[in-house]
């Protein structure tokens, strides 16, 4: 979904927009951001859990993008370059949270609140599924499967191998198929 053809532009489109982005065109940035902070909130928002935290931590990606766009050298390596700086952005604050406990379990009872009353029963299984698997194996689903990033972008945005990659995504998928079987729906 997100190599931008399905969004409305194909590749091409996309470095066009930064390169415009990069020109200084104001309308050019709002439509890249209407293009691309769908699929960066919903990566976003699978690795943190909680829709309110994806909200704030999107925004600070937006912040990096729009300090860091002119610097980008090759635009239509756009959508690597954006999941990497989410990425960052999503480590730097599990790296926070880790360090204070409390505010840990503050958000962790947030995100369990929010995800019982939020889509259909389905999205709640995988989403559950999705939380109870380890961040390498939960980003690889997400950034594969649900944001539909091809094999090399992967690998570039997660900074490894296409290689590994491929390992982790076969036991990303044989995880959340085992967890799903134990709590008794059909994977």
Not at 15 to 34: M, N, P, S, T, Y
Not at 97 to 118: F, G, Q, W
Request: with cysteine; aromatic share 6%; glycine share 8%.
């Amino acid at each position: 979904m997100t190599d931008g053809a399905e969004l409305g532009g194909g590749v091409g489109n996309d470095g066009l927009l930064v390169v415009r982005c990069q020109l200084g065109e104001r309308e050019a940035f709002r439509e890249l951001v209407a293009v691309w902070h769908p699929p960066l909130w919903r990566y976003v928002r699978g690795m943190v859990g909680s829709p309110h935290l994806a909200d704030d931590l999107a925004q600070e990606a937006w912040v990096a993008v729009v300090r860091g766009l002119p610097r980008l050298r090759q635009p239509e390596r756009f959508a690597p370059w954006l999941f990497t700086i989410a990425r960052r952005t999503v480590t730097d604050h599990l790296r926070q949270t880790y360090k204070a406990a409390e505010t840990a379990m503050e958000e962790a009872t947030a995100v369990v609140a929010d995800d019982e009353l939020s889509g259909v029963l389905t999205t709640m299984q995988i989403e559950a599924g999705l939380a109870a698997l380890p961040l390498l194996e939960r980003e690889v689903l997400i950034l594969f499967h649900l944001e539909d990033l091809p094999l090399a972008s992967c690998a570039e945005v997660l900074g490894v191998p296409a290689g590994t990659v491929k390992s982790r995504l076969y036991r990303a998928r044989r995880m959340l198929r085992d967890h799903l079987a134990e709590k008794g729906y059909e994977a």
